[in-house]
């Protein structure tokens, strides 16, 4: 008879893309996994995982019986939540991106603590390898990244398409605060940006070389508050996405102007275990955050709309 142990073990053999992995994922040793899953198939007399040296990968049996087996994970997690205690309670690990912990982050956690008194909270702050990392191993109950090609093991669903604007230290008071900007008309730019692994900085730089935005000096620095303090003190700017700047449209420190023909957008997922279901405190948190997002949206949105009929007068 198939156990849950097997199930789990396959699953986690797939998701890491090692025995190795999925060993110290499941608390368990490699040859126990390795054993787990033989017996796994041997019961079900077809061969899930085909290895290659230190490759491996599924069959098309292996293929249909994961997308099968990471749902029946799903549902005895469901199940065990049915049964527990119906008030939202408990312990909650979440992932943010600096876009999200810096403006949308402050009014979620008030409504959230609001209605979700006593709840152990605890909020990663990384960008989006290490998160995503977090999230298929179970130490995160969800993340929020760019939305990228998808990995086993992972569900996604859209959190935000976000307008991305630049952003520079005020110099010239309101004259230009909050105007539209087309880049290509720009002298040339003197740019602090992420890094170049970073799924932003490939954005970006298409978007430039695309539009024939000219750049003068390149700055790689992959830490936002400092990336922010620097371009507040200099001639220096960046392009950010606007939800993480939404709390500043009235500060005297930035200049803050969305990108426009063409406009650029970037888009933000929720990521979560395949294998898991969100508990109702969790649940609560993830939609509270996406309203607060959506209330950002909604800011440029007004923001928007003004702006556009005095600059086509």
Known sequence: MVSIRQIKSFVA???????????????????????????????????????????????????????????????????????????????????LMPTFTRSILPPTLE???????????????????????????GDLDFAVVPAFEGRAGISHRLMARDREVLVRGRRDGKRNHLKPLRLSDCDPLKIVLPAGQNTRRRNIETYFSTNGVRVAERLELDAMMGTLQFVAASDWVAILPFV?????????????????????????????????????????????????????????ARMDKPLRRRTSR
């Open 13 to 95: 053999v797939h998701e890491e893309g090692s025995f190795t992995a999925a060993a110290a994922r499941e608390g368990a040793t490699q040859s126990g996994i390795s054993q787990h899953v033989k017996q796994l198939e041997d019961e079900l007399g077809v061969e899930l995982i085909r290895r290659s040296g230190r490759d491996i990968a599924l069959t098309r049996a292996g293929t249909l019986y994961y997308a099968q087996s990471a749902d029946v994970l799903k549902k005895l997690e469901l199940a065990r939540q049915s049964v527990g205690a119906s008030q939202i309670g408990g312990a909650i690990r979440i992932g």
């Open 244 to 300: 993480m700047m939404v709390a500043d449209l009235d500060d005297h420190r930035f200049e803050i102007r969305a990108l426009d023909d063409p406009p650029f957008y970037s888009e933000f997922v929720l990521i979560e275990p395949s294998r898991k279901v969100m508990s109702p405190a969790v649940a609560l948190f993830a939609e509270i955050l996406k309203e607060q997002t959506g209330r950002a949206r909604s800011a440029f």
């Open 111 to 137: 409504r959230f603590l609001d209605v979700a008194k006593g709840v152990d909270i605890s909020i990663i702050e990384a960008y989006s390898g290490v998160l995503t990392d977090m999230t298929l191993k």
